[in-house]
């Protein structure tokens, strides 16, 4: 066995085994594409049968929130 003083003067060497290496890094995979947004999709747009929700009092709840300062 080596004792440290034969080491030192022997000088210090880089690993050359392949487990000793540094993995090649792999480049990132590219972003997600967009999805693509088609024109007349709002055109086509057909309002419910029974029609939109509208609550008689809504209006008195927005008075009553906006009188209390929230």
């Known amino acids: 066995m080596e004792s440290w003083d034969e080491r030192e003067t022997e000088g210090w060497e880089t690993p050359r085994r392949a487990d000793c290496r540094i993995p090649v890094v792999l480049p990132c995979p ?3 594409k967009k999805k693509s947004i088609s024109v007349g999709a709002a055109k086509n747009v057909v ?8 609550p008689p009092d809504l209006e008195l709840l927005f008075l009553a929130l906006s009188s209390q300062g929230v």
């Open 30 to 32: 590219p972003p997600p």
């Open 47 to 54: 309002p419910p049968k029974s029609g939109f929700f509208d």
